[in-house]
């Protein structure tokens, strides 16, 4: 794997967290397995602390302030332990790690999102680190595009807004609701 695809990984979880409709053990479990965390068991105990480290991830989307997304990021950086780590495991090639294998499963988590937030920042920029525009969703997401132009979490968000915005411009401002 490339380190560049670990950074967006640790990203692209981050997001994922912060969307999570309900955070419980088995909804946070199965977003780790989804995305190939290694010992995603979660104690009914842990939860609580993902939902804290959840809150303190939310700030390193969508502000587009690069000092603003810094500091976000710097404060996570700083409530991880990060230990860069180079690991073989899986029969992959040797590759670098935020974490040792050893720790437990929220020490992991905490490093591989810190360290995936700071590399997508530095190595591809604050605005990839995204908040939906359209009206009454603001979902998160890390905007892995060629041309880094995403505004919207999903395609879906994106049409429905273009046809609200369509829709506000051909009907007459005077006919009011939906007809
Ligand atoms: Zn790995
Ligand atoms: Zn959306």
């Known amino acids: 794997m490339k380190q560049n695809d670990y950074g967006r990984l640790g990203a692209v979880l981050s997001a994922d967290l912060i969307n999570l409709p309900e955070m419980n053990a088995t909804s946070?479990?199965?977003?780790?397995?989804?995305?190939?965390?290694?010992?995603?068991?979660?104690?009914?105990?842990?939860v609580d602390g993902f939902r804290?480290?959840?809150?303190q991830l939310a700030r390193a989307f969508g502000s587009g302030d690069p000092a603003e997304q810094c500091s976000a990021v710097n404060d996570l950086l700083a409530?991880?332990?990060?230990?860069?780590w180079v690991t073989?495991?899986?029969?992959?090639?040797?590759?670098?790690?935020?974490?040792?294998?050893?720790a437990d499963l929220l020490s992991r988590v905490k490093a591989v999102t810190a360290?995936?937030?700071?590399?997508?920042?530095?190595?591809?920029g604050g605005a990839r680190l995204g908040r939906c525009l359209r009206s009454g969703c603001s979902r998160a997401y890390v905007d892995t595009s060629r041309n880094g132009q995403r505004r919207y979490c999903t395609a879906r968000c994106g049409n429905t807004e273009a046809v609200m915005r369509h829709r506000s411009r051909t009907r007459p401002a005077s006919l009011g609701g939906p007809f």
């Open 79 to 84: 409530a991880a332990t990060i230990r860069p």
């Open 52 to 55: 804290r480290w959840r809150d």
């Open 28 to 46: 946070i479990q199965q977003l780790f397995e989804a995305h190939g965390i290694r010992h995603p068991e979660v104690a009914a105990a842990d």
């Open 88 to 102: 073989t495991h899986d029969g992959l090639q040797p590759h670098l790690h935020f974490v040792p294998d050893s």
């Open 115 to 124: 360290g995936g937030l700071a590399f997508v920042l530095c190595w591809e």
